[in-house]
């Protein structure tokens, strides 16, 4: 079965700082990997997607990530944050099963953004 | 404007009552799927459902139940079976269940029993 794993709970960072999130999975095939953001309190947002090809995809607000099949990471980047961006952020792999093909999602890093 | 509507927001029950969540989608999709987010672990699927009148078990459907008789719609009951009821609940759904196909999320339902 495929898991995630998002090594960081809690990261703070200063306005204007770049940022990292790290994202590893696990999974016997090519994964289906997705980045979402959640606003307190809100639903989650697609940021962005990777399914093949070129292995570093943008997405909105500014946020891009790498696939390194290497090191089955999928980490997000931002080169300068702004205080909007604090939020939640889930790393997510789709796999393609049997029993259907479902998302399973990693336990999420808080962002705290200081002025 | 195309989206999914989950409603109430806000939901108050007392212990060893069942509650019914709903959740209404306008973007024609297939596929639709109930989780439950709790600080720190992230979101757990509860139920899954990929067409009209078919529904499968996630990974923590223990006192929980669905029903999918329109493809707009996904409701979810949470039962006096359930243990910990109290969470935040994110219904989402997919126009196909193919695994390359991004969920839209709802703003979710805060459930908290007492």
């Known amino acids: 079965a495929q898991s995630v794993t998002q090594p960081d709970i809690h990261i703070t960072v200063s306005e204007g700082a770049s940022l990292e999130l790290r994202c590893n999975y696990s999974?016997?095939?090519?994964?289906?990997l997705f980045w979402y953001v959640q606003s307190p309190g809100q639903g989650l947002q697609l940021l962005l997607k990777?399914?093949?090809?070129?292995?570093l995809v943008q997405g909105i607000k500014g946020f891009e990530a790498e696939f390194k099949r290497s090191q089955s990471s999928f980490n997000l980047r931002k080169p300068s944050v702004h205080w909007s961006d604090a939020a939640e952020y889930f790393c997510?792999?789709?796999?393609?099963?049997?029993?259907?093909?479902?998302?399973?999602f990693g336990g999420g890093t808080r962002v705290l953004v200081k002025p | 404007d195309g989206g999914i509507t989950q409603s109430p927001k806000y939901l108050f029950r007392k212990e060893g009552q069942n509650v019914t969540l709903s959740c209404e989608q306008n973007?024609?999709?297939?596929?639709m799927y109930w989780y439950r987010q709790d600080p720190g672990q992230g979101l757990r699927l509860i139920y899954y459902?990929?067409?009209?009148?078919?529904?499968q078990k996630g990974d923590i459907a223990e006192g929980y139940s669905v029903s999918r008789e329109k493809k707009e719609s996904f409701p979810l009951t949470v039962t006096s079976a359930q243990k910990n009821p109290t969470a935040f609940y994110l219904c989402?759904?997919?126009?196909?269940?193919?695994?390359?196909?991004?969920?839209?999320f709802g703003n979710g339902t805060r459930l908290t029993v007492t």
């Open positions: 989402a759904s997919r126009p196909t269940a193919g695994a390359n196909s991004p969920l839209h």
């Open positions: 999974y016997g095939a090519t994964p289906y």
């Open positions: 990777y399914f093949s090809g070129d292995t």
């Open positions: 997510a792999v789709g796999a393609i099963s049997a029993a259907g093909n479902k998302l399973t």
């Open positions: 973007l024609n999709h297939d596929a």
């Open positions: 459902s990929q067409i009209v009148n078919d529904f």
